[in-house]
């Protein structure tokens, strides 16, 4: 406990202010396409079926959006890893700020924590199976277009025992974040699943040099409950200040550095 | 010179009047603002109708300064809603008996036709397979897909037609896919993984597939009489009965039965439309 609350704050670090600011943003940018992916989508993978999608009233048919995402995606994980997470994810947004309130942050290293990240990928073999292997079947009657609380209503009204079973699967583990800081984004999200298998290929990452001395006080000061370079890490830059050797560094990695 | 002087002066007057109601006319929320009790209404249509309904709800809003809270989706759950504790003030909806039974369970007041759907053959551009007819779904080596897993009435209707037209067997056969979803199915088509499908025409109308199919009419006879009607009705919860009665007569109205017409659909007004109305015994008893 006492771990937990000696977060150093370093005065004028303001840049995980910037990137508050920013998620907030893109919560104003992305936040509809990612609400109506959980709460209205008729897919059972959401995001990935917009051009063929009955739902009129969502972002994710604008084909700026779905394909501006499609295509940018890929190539910040190309520069900068898993930064999506970190900066502009409006569920990880949301995620984060219920982990605020989350009693337990378990931002340690124990060998269950160590595996718990498989659950991404789990996450990942589900929705690549539901989506190649199914078809992606379309599993509620879509609520075309309506009003905000009556189509939420509708919508869970008369969606199929499939469609119910993911929506309260995932708004489970979210909430779930309640009692394990950002479980969803750390131990479940197909993505971040996605974009972890990736992010070795980034030019640019947040690394500790050799200089660590396994202190772990970024480790207490990560959202994501990890070091830098490491499962989870999302070049969020929260903890660039926090080393007391001064260990992390952002930029390329050069062998020098390990 | 005088009298024609005169004429002239009139000619001048009835125009300067002509076109002042003309400008009214188009400010027309100014004109009937506070005509109604209530600046919102509440209307429930069959999703089908949706992109017509929006652009309809539009204009409705523009010119009476009134709200159109409207939601679309299937309306065989609509209705499920409306007869079990849902609300509305205007609903839509497809197949007659749906109206018929919002009347007996008393939550409908009354209502009229609407318009009707119309199936037809669609295949890629250049229409590859040389398909002129439902039977010619049924040569061998045609790659049919099929919205067969679709929310009904999408699957049945397809298999009522092929059944009427003798050829089910035959077509089944030569399916390649059954889609669970007509608007997931198109780009099939319109790619030519698929060289044949059966859709209502409102499909082949909506933006992203306008222009991007071959459409080839199919006989009326084949058609299915169910899923062919829809209706619009004012519920007992209006909250303005005036408000619903206005909206509605608007939607009949020739203006609105355009739009529906340009987005596939036969409107009930039409020559066509009446012919349906007595084939199919449309009427509010
Ligand atoms: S556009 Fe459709 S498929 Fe895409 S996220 Fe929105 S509801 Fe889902
Ligand atoms: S893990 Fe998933 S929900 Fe969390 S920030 Fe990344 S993509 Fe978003
Ligand atoms: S280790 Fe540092 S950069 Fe990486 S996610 Fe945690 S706080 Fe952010």
């Known amino acids: 406990m006492s771990n937990q609350t000696a977060i150093s704050k370093p005065d004028g670090f303001f840049l995980p202010k910037v990137r508050r600011g920013i998620q907030a943003a893109m919560l104003a940018v992305m936040g509809q396409w990612a609400f109506y992916g959980i709460f209205r989508c008729p897919f059972l993978v959401p995001f990935v079926n917009c051009q063929v999608c009955p739902i009129i009233t969502c ?20 520069f900068v890893g898993r930064a999506f997470c970190g900066w502009l994810c409006p569920g990880g947004f949301v995620n984060q700020m219920i982990g605020k309130l989350s009693f337990a942050k378990l931002r340690v290293r124990n060998r269950v924590l160590k595996f718990a990240p498989l659950g991404m990928g789990l996450g990942l073999l589900i929705v690549l199976a539901l989506w190649f292997g199914l078809d992606n079947p379309r599993s509620m009657v879509p609520i075309r277009v309506g009003e905000f609380w009556g189509s939420l209503r509708l919508s869970f009204e008369h969606a199929s025992p499939y469609w119910l079973v993911r929506t309260f699967v995932v708004l489970g583990l979210v909430a779930a974040g309640l009692f394990i800081a950002n479980l969803w984004c750390r131990f479940a999200c197909p993505t971040g699943g996605l974009l972890e298998l990736f992010k070795g290929m980034a030019l640019f990452r947040v690394f500790k040099t050799s200089a660590c001395n396994d202190c772990d006080a970024c480790l207490r000061r990560c959202e994501m409950g990890t070091r830098p370079d490491e499962v989870n890490c999302t070049n969020c830059g929260d903890c660039l200040k926090t080393c007391p050797v001064d260990a992390i560094k952002f930029g390329r990695k050069r062998k020098s550095d390990e | 010179m005088e009298p024609k002087k005169d004429g002239v002066k009139r000619r001048a007057f009835l125009k300067t009047a002509v076109a002042s109601l003309a400008a009214a006319a188009l400010a027309p929320g100014l004109l009937s603002a506070g005509r109604f009790q209530s600046d919102s209404l509440q209307v429930w249509s069959c999703g089908g109708l949706s992109e017509a309904f929006m652009e309809a709800n539009g204009l409705y809003e523009q010119r009476n300064g009134v709200q159109i809270n409207y939601t679309g989706a299937f309306a065989a759950a609509l209705g499920k809603s409306l007869l079990g504790g849902a609300v509305t003030e205007v609903f ?3 197949v007659l008996q749906l109206a018929q039974n919002l009347r007996t369970a008393g939550k409908m007041l009354y209502f009229r036709p609407l318009c009707f759907t119309e199936y037809v053959l669609i295949t890629p551009l250049g229409n590859p397979a040389q398909i002129q007819t ?12 099929l919205p067969l897993g679709a929310s009904p009435p999408g699957g049945d209707a397809v298999m009522g037609i092929l059944k009427k037209a003798g050829v089910d ?15 997931k199915m198109m780009p099939q088509i319109i790619s030519g993984e698929g060289a044949a499908s059966i859709v209502e025409r409102r499909l082949t109308r909506m933006d992203r597939f306008a222009g991007k199919v071959e459409v080839i009419p199919i006989p009326e006879a084949l058609f299915p009489p169910g899923p062919l009607t829809f209706t619009i009705g004012v519920m007992k919860y209006a909250k303005d009965r005036a408000l619903a009665d206005d909206y509605v007569n608007f939607i009949c109205s020739d203006e609105a039965q355009a739009i529906f017409d340009r987005h596939g659909f036969i409107p009930a007004a039409s020559a066509k439309g009446r012919t349906l109305i007595e084939k199919l015994g449309v009427k509010d008893v």
Not at chain 2, 134 to 145: F, K, L
Request: with cysteine; proline share 4%.
């Open chain 2, 134 to 145: 439902v039977q010619d779904m049924a040569r061998p080596g045609v790659r049919v897909i």
């Open chain 1, 59 to 78: 972002w994710g048919r604008i084909t700026s959006y779905f394909w501006g995402f499609w295509l940018f995606l890929p190539l910040s994980v190309l």
């Open chain 2, 92 to 94: 839509a909806g497809r």
């Open chain 2, 169 to 183: 067997q035959a077509v089944l056969k030569n399916t390649i896919e059954k889609e669970s979803c007509v608007i």
